[in-house]
Every structure is written in structure tokens, then in C-alpha cells.
């Protein structure tokens, strides 16, 4: 429950998402505003990784305040609100408004949790950053590979643009969607349980995780 994907796509995701947005979130406002996404993803991806492995980094007692601030970047660049509604898909209406509110946060929260322990495990993996395609004027797909000691991964990261910044909203390994997986298992719980019951077992999950790590 709650992490179905290969471990090494959950690796990849931590390299390329985690690095991704924590470097978009310097950006500031204007910055990622008038820059391509795969200008940022080209720029950015050593630059967390640097971060994520100072020796620093790895202070037990900074352990907090350093993810925190990896978490505050992420949320300055991330669509949580469109993540959270295309993960809920129709059970949105399920849902009332600070229900929501509660759900997007948590999963935030959720998301952070699951993917940081295993960025912070990094190893070398290199990001080859490639084309981006362009569905529509408001919408683009970076496409990227993570190379592994075996094998080259396909990497693609989602982006809409948004009040004049573009905001990442969906990443897919090996053809699997991050927001469909949880969707799915979403799905199967919001079949048998309330919002109220759902919610409740996604901050169980994140209160485990960062027990954990």
C-alpha cells in the first residue's frame, strides 16, 4: 500500500523529481516564470544532488531542518492542487472543500516521506536530459533518462503552465504514471472506506514513514 513501484523507479524519481524542484524553488517566482522546464531540469538536477550529498547534508542534527527546507522548495513548484484532483479523479466530489484542503497537504506530505529516503541514498545515478515535447502551448514534457550501472530509465516530467509559471504536475517512469499509481490505490481504498477513514490512514502512513527514516 502506498508505494507500489519498483524500487528503482522510486530511486528515480528522487533524483530527478526531488532534484528538479528543489532547484526550481531558488528560481524564485520570476525565474521559473520565463524559464523553459527543460532549461530548469537541465540546470538544476547537479545542483540538488551536491546539495543532498554535502557532508552537512548528513548531520543527524540537521536532519529535520535540511528535508524541511527540500519540502518547502517542492511545494513552491509543484500544482499540489492539480496533483491532488487528478489523483482523486471522480471521488473528488467525495470530498468537501477542507476535506480536500487536508487530503493535499497530507499527500504532499505522503509523497515527501516515501521519495526522500531513498534520494538521500543516491549513488552516482547520471540524469541525460532530452527533448521536450509540447502537447499544447500550455503544456510540456521533458523528457530525461537516469543511467544506472545496467540499464538506461525513461524519465518523463509533466509540466503545465500556470498564471505564468510552469509548474510540474505529473513524472512517469518506464511509462508509469506517479499520479495514476496512487490513483489507483487511492481508488480501491475510497471504495470501502470514508474520506474522513482515507485520510486518517494517509497520515498513519506519513507518521510510519518518518518514523522510519
Known sequence: ??????????????????????????????DSATTEPAKIVDVTVSRVLNFIVRPEYKDPAMKKA?????????????????????????????????QFKTFTEVFSQLLFTTYITHLEKYSGQRVVIGETERPSPTRAVVKTKTITTDKEIPVDLSFALQDGEWKLYDIRIEGVSLVQNY???????????TPEQFLQQLKDKVKENEEKS
Open 1 to 30: 500500500m502506498f508505494g507500489s513501484m519498483a524500487r528503482r523507479r522510486v530511486l528515480c524519481a528522487c533524483v530527478v523529481l526531488t532534484g528538479l524542484l528543489v532547484r526550481a524553488g531558488q528560481a524564485a517566482g520570476k
Open 66 to 98: 535540511n528535508r524541511e527546507k527540500v519540502r518547502e522548495m517542492i511545494l513552491a513548484v509543484v500544482n499540489m492542487n492539480a496533483v491532488a484532483n487528478l489523483t482523486l479523479a471522480n471521488f473528488r466530489s467525495k470530498f468537501s472543500e477542507e
Open 183 to 193: 490513483r489507483s490505490q487511492f481508488r480501491e481504498i475510497l471504495l470501502k472506506r
